[in-house]
């Protein structure tokens, strides 16, 4: 799920503090903030055009949803056989099977 805040901050030239605070219900929660992203205001246009350009890039995966089972292999250039020498990254994604 995201959430987005969005508002204006005025920061001055140098080190500024930012703090956070969340208003939330009596009861016990907990939160996990993964990336707080600061743009200044003149790129505002420019970000809503390229995540509209983003988006119409984005596969339907309403398929992937339905399946009863599924199955998920993460490649990286880290990626290393158990056995034998590493081959480069765009040879061992063409020959996995």
């Known amino acids: 799920m995201e959430r987005k805040l969005v508002g204006k901050i005025d920061m001055k030239k140098g080190i500024n503090k930012l ?3 969340l208003k939330v219900p009596d009861e016990q929660f907990e939160t996990n903030i993964y990336t707080l992203e600061l743009v200044p205001a ?3 246009s420019s970000i809503a ?4 350009r983003l988006e119409t890039m ?7 949803s339905k399946m009863d089972y599924g199955a998920m292999f ?4 880290e990626t290393m056989p158990r056995e034998g020498d590493a081959k480069p ?5 063409s020959n996995f099977c």
Do not use: C
């Open 19 to 21: 703090s956070l605070a």
């Open 42 to 44: 003149s790129k505002k």
């Open 58 to 64: 984005r596969p339907d995966m309403d398929w992937f």
């Open 89 to 93: 990254y765009k040879e061992a994604v």
């Open 49 to 52: 055009d390229e995540l509209k």
């Open 74 to 77: 993460h490649w990286t250039s």
